[in-house]
Every structure is written in structure tokens, then in C-alpha cells.
């Protein structure tokens, strides 16, 4: 059965902070998602991550795959207020669209 | 358009009751997705249709009951529902194409009183 785990699942930072957010998945798989969801709404999209080595980017937040090491990280850099939300990492393993995920990491970004 | 609709937005219903949630989307999109999130909890899966017909289901019991009745269109049908299935219940589409991403609706926020 997979399993995927986050840590922290709860980080409160100071805006300006950088910090990295940690997703491990126990079955080989080479196709990894990052989601944003804010209290009480639904879940955005932030990074598919397809390969071996794949980084993006998009503002302060840049995730990468090491499908080596069956982890995932999101990197934050220079946290602002804006960033606080739950972050989900979901693995896809297998030939159909199905998603497993991670335990969520509750972002808490401060003044 | 990236969008998923769903409604209703909030639905309160009996234990006896029969009620549907509505998903439609009009990306394209030819795989469609049902979801149970639980409070301070990760989604999880229920079921997926693929051109639509059920193409998993995961071990959900039988008073839930989804319906794909066209391309766009995904229901979920709710009969004699427990408390426990109190939930956030999302849809979501993709491409059929592996390592597509997911779009997510907004939700509908399910109390079994």
C-alpha cells in the first residue's frame, strides 16, 4: 500500500523566512503533484513534476523530485502572509489517474 | 475555462434521505473524479471514470452511488447516508493522459444529521 508523508504538518514562520516542506512516498513512482488548498476551499494546482531531477518554480515556491529518493520538496522562499494555506503533495503510481495523498502541511506565515 | 462547478455548495440531510451532488466540467476532460475530505484531513479517493465508466471504485459502500451520464457530467447519488459521512465532498477532471494534473471543484459540504 502506498504511503505518502509530509513534515512538518504544521509550520509557522515569519515572513521573510525560508523553509522547506518535505514529502516522502514508499512506492516507486515518477509522477508527483503539489496542491495548495486554503481553509474551507477547494484545492489549486501548483507543480506537476514528471521525471527524475524535475524542478519549477512559480514565485516564491519551487518544488523538486528526486524519484531516487522518493521525495519531494517545496522550497519557500522570503515567506509572505499570503502563502499561509495547507500544502498537499499526491503521488500517482500505477496505469490509472489515481492520486494518493500526502498528510497535508499547514502553513502558518506571521508578521 | 479551468473550471469545475459543483453544487449544492452546502447540503444538510436525514439519514433517510435521498439527495445528489452535481460536478460538470467543459475542459474536455475525459477522466472525472469523486472525492471524500474530512476535516484537517487529506482527500481521499472514491471513485474515477474514464470515457465515462466507472474505472475504480474504492471499496465505498453502496449508499453512495455515482453516475456518469455524459462527458461533462458526473453525479453522486447519496441514499441513507451515516453522520461519519459528514464531509467535503469534491470532483475534480483531468486530461485522460497520464501525469495530467487535476482540477479540482470547489466542493459541496455535506452534514448527515
Known amino acids: 500500500e502506498l504511503k505518502v508523508e509530509q513534515n512538518p504538518l504544521f509550520l509557522s514562520m515569519q515572513e521573510g523566512k525560508n523553509y522547506t516542506i518535505y514529502c516522502n512516498y514508499s512506492t516507486t513512482s515518477d509522477r508527483l503533484y503539489w496542491y495548495r488548498q486554503d481553509p474551507g476551499k477547494s484545492l489549486e494546482s501548483l507543480f506537476v513534476?514528471?521525471?527524475?531531477?524535475a524542478v519549477k518554480q512559480e514565485g516564491r515556491l519551487m518544488a523538486s523530485l528526486d524519484t531516487k529518493a522518493r521525495l519531494s520538496t517545496l522550497h519557500i522562499t522570503a515567506a509572505v502572509h499570503d502563502l499561509s494555506a495547507t500544502y498537499f503533495c499526491?503521488?500517482?503510481?500505477?496505469?490509472?489517474?489515481?492520486?494518493?495523498f500526502g498528510t497535508g502541511t499547514r502553513l502558518q506565515v506571521t508578521l | 475555462d479551468t473550471e469545475v462547478t459543483q453544487t449544492p455548495k452546502h447540503l444538510v440531510m436525514g439519514m433517510t434521505n435521498k439527495k445528489s451532488l452535481k460536478c460538470e466540467q467543459h475542459m474536455g476532460h475525459r477522466a472525472m473524479y469523486w472525492y471524500k475530505q474530512k476535516a484537517k484531513k487529506p482527500p481521499e479517493l472514491m471513485f474515477v471514470?474514464?470515457?465515462?465508466?466507472?474505472?475504480i471504485n474504492e471499496s465505498v459502500p453502496s449508499r453512495f452511488s455515482p453516475e456518469c451520464p455524459n462527458s461533462s457530467l458526473l453525479n453522486l447519488h447519496l441514499h441513507a447516508l451515516q453522520p461519519e459521512d459528514s464531509a467535503l465532498y469534491l470532483c475534480?477532471?483531468?486530461?485522460?493522459?497520464?501525469?495530467?494534473?487535476?482540477?479540482f471543484g470547489p466542493g459541496t459540504r455535506l452534514l448527515v444529521l
Open positions: 499526491a503521488v500517482n503510481t500505477g496505469t490509472a489517474s489515481k492520486l494518493t
Open positions: 475534480a477532471s483531468s486530461p485522460i493522459t497520464l501525469g495530467e494534473t487535476q482540477y
Open positions: 471514470y474514464s470515457y465515462e465508466k466507472l474505472s
Open positions: 513534476l514528471l521525471s527524475n531531477g
